[in-house]
């Protein structure tokens, strides 16, 4: 996991089967981390990046059915509500983690999915 070295960085978590290195464009305040599957990050760290100064955190996933993981992407559903939970209990925004599963593997649907990103920094920055 990347290192949290500054206060209201935007970390942006992606599989690599989802999106390949240079497939998204690096933007001031963001940092981008390549993790080997969605299904392995942890709500702890996604807690440790909002504790560390982020002011947002997000993950993009594989398709529905096409983790490479059987169900990794399921998984990381499953824990970033649960995070998201644990956020809204210690008061924080909740909606300030969010997670984007592609809608299926083509080049199109990454583009896609960059714009939901950059929707979501739009509105957390706002």
């Known amino acids: 996991m990347a290192q949290m070295d500054g206060k209201d960085s935007i970390y942006l978590y992606y599989c690599r089967n989802a999106a390949k290195p240079g497939a998204l ?7 981008l981390e390549a993790v080997p599957c969605s299904g392995r990050i942890d709500p702890r760290y996604l807690l440790k990046a909002f504790e560390g100064g982020a002011k947002a955190v997000c993950i993009l996933a594989c398709p529905k059915g096409e983790c490479k ?3 990794g992407n399921l998984r990381a559903v499953t824990r970033v509500q ?19 599963l592609l809608s299926d593997s083509t080049d199109s649907a990454l583009n896609e999915a960059v714009e939901d990103i950059h929707k979501f920094l739009d509105e957390v920055i706002a």
């Open 82 to 100: 649960a995070a998201q939970e644990l956020l809204a209990e210690a008061g924080l925004k909740p909606d300030a983690l969010k997670i984007i």
């Open 69 to 71: 993981s059987m169900e």
């Open 25 to 31: 464009d690096q933007q001031p305040g963001v940092v």
